[in-house]
């Protein structure tokens, strides 16, 4: 790891408050999603995998989605009638089983107009989210996490570097404005960028702040870039809570949020758009893979949990 760089203090907008999720109604179909993830150390994840397998397999539990389990915590998507969403979102707070590491978990809801997922899966796997660095621990200490209200104001301010950490597809299809581009196809790409720019906001006087969908890729990036000496203002929730919380965040981003389901894109008011695979991958590279891998996983027969 290199050394570390003398970055400006963090001080200014106010950081404490904390993230509450938001209470949508419904949709017409009668179906939500729920996207939740949280950093904790597990010592036997396997265990956690066997029972959050045989909760989602229950005949009553009539949820779809993905969920990856791992040494550093969890990470998942689920999709359901409210009563079912509730029920697991429920079991994973309070369950004796996973013995309260996923108590006060926050979970980012969504309305779905169809069903976004067609099976349902419970992954173990050696990370969650995979940085291409090894023993960064997300669990410790990390970013500074900014409210949506602070975020606006703070997104304004002339010494902020506002850094989209997304793969470069996801900011063309939208993102906040005054935001950069780091040009990644894949998270492991991220680290490079950082290390490549970091002394240059360093010697202007910079403060990073960092953005994502729901708030996961920012964790484990600013615990990695904690060591380096760069303190960080990530969103708290990522860009699904500040749709989330506030009303007219139309102000703030441009186009469109791009999820990783069925519904391919959301609103700034959470609402799936008309937007298809086609639109997102269209001129990229590597388009036609993304497309095609995209396509065989929608289309994928149900499958309960394995």
């Known amino acids: 790891m290199r050394g570390k760089l003398s970055f400006p203090a963090t001080a ?21 999603h729920s996207a939740f993830y949280r950093f904790v150390k597990l010592s036997q994840p396997e265990r956690v995998a066997a029972r959050l397998r045989r909760l989602v397999a229950a005949p009553d539990s ?30 994973l707070l309070t369950d ?22 067609h099976r349902m899966k419970v992954h173990l796997k050696p990370e969650i989210l995979p ?17 949506p209200r602070d975020w606006r104001a703070l997104i304004r301010c002339d010494d902020v570097v506002l850094l989209d950490n997304r793969n470069s597809f996801e900011f063309k299809l939208g993102h906040f404005q005054r935001a950069i581009d780091p040009q990644v196809g894949n998270f492991r790409d991220f680290p490079a960028y950082v290390l490549a720019h970091a002394p240059a906001w360093a010697a202007a006087g910079q403060r990073v702040a960092m953005y994502c969908t729901g708030g996961i890729r920012c964790e484990k990036t600013s615990a990695w870039m904690q060591g380096l000496g760069i303190p960080v203002l990530q969103l708290e929730g990522g860009v699904l809570n500040y749709f989330a919380q506030m009303p007219d965040a139309d102000r703030d981003w441009q186009g469109e949020c791009f999820v990783f389901d069925n519904r391919v894109a959301l609103d700034t008011r959470l609402r799936e758009t008309a937007t298809a695979l086609e639109d997102v991958y269209a001129g990229m590279p ?19 949990a394995a």
């Open 62 to 91: 009539l949820v779809l989605g993905s969920v990856l389990v791992a040494p550093e915590g969890i990470n998942g998507m689920l999709a359901g009638t409210p009563a079912a969403i509730h029920a697991i979102e429920q079991a």
């Open 286 to 304: 590597d388009g036609e893979w993304r497309l095609a891998r995209a396509r065989r996983l929608a289309s994928a027969g149900p499958e309960r």
């Open 12 to 32: 200014g907008p106010d950081l404490s408050t904390a993230f509450s999720p938001s209470a949508l109604s419904p949709s017409a179909t009668g179906l939500l």
């Open 96 to 117: 004796p089983g996973f013995e309260g590491r996923f108590a006060a978990m926050p979970f980012k809801r969504s309305t779905c107009t169809r069903m976004p997922f």
């Open 131 to 147: 940085l291409g660095i090894a023993g960064v621990d997300a669990s410790g200490p990390g970013g500074s996490d900014v409210s």
